[in-house]
Nanobody, 121 residues
Framework: QVQVAEFGGGSVQPGGSLRLSCVAS????????MAWYRQAPGKEREEVAV???????IYADSVKGRFTISRDDSKNSVYLVMNDLRSEDTAVYFC???????????????WGKGTLVTVSS
């Protein structure tokens, strides 16, 4: 029974910073790609950052240069450091991890329930 949970959301003023964490728990054999998504009020969910199993980091143009994704596989965790936050960054941020629960078999995607980030003055 794999579960994914996000932590670190909250309220911050424009220009501020915030660090999000995401931890997967349960029967985990290996984790492949890890990623962050967000959904702002009245908007579609969008991909924010991806950290592939090969070590590649990919960012949406809107956050490039401001956000940094990192991972610690020993802790089944992925992080998102958000700097110079803007009002348009306000959204529920979701974590996604693709992983396998055994040595064989296919990988599956697991999503967290999301954590709210509010940027306002």
């Amino acid at each position: 029974q794999v579960q994914v949970a996000e932590f670190g959301g909250g309220s911050v003023q424009p220009g501020g910073s915030l660090r999000l964490s995401c931890v997967a728990s349960g029967s985990i054999f290996i984790i492949f790609d890890m990623a962050w998504y967000r959904q702002a009020p009245g908007k579609e969910r969008e991909e924010v950052a991806v950290y592939t199993s090969g070590g590649t980091q990919i960012y949406a143009d809107s956050v490039k240069g401001r956000f940094t994704i990192s991972r610690d596989d020993s802790k089944n965790s992925v992080y998102l450091v958000m700097n110079d936050l803007r009002s348009e960054d306000t959204a529920v941020y979701f974590c996604k991890q693709r992983l396998r629960t055994s040595a064989t078999g296919s990988s599956l995607e697991y999503w967290g329930k999301g954590t709210l980030v509010t940027v306002s003055s």
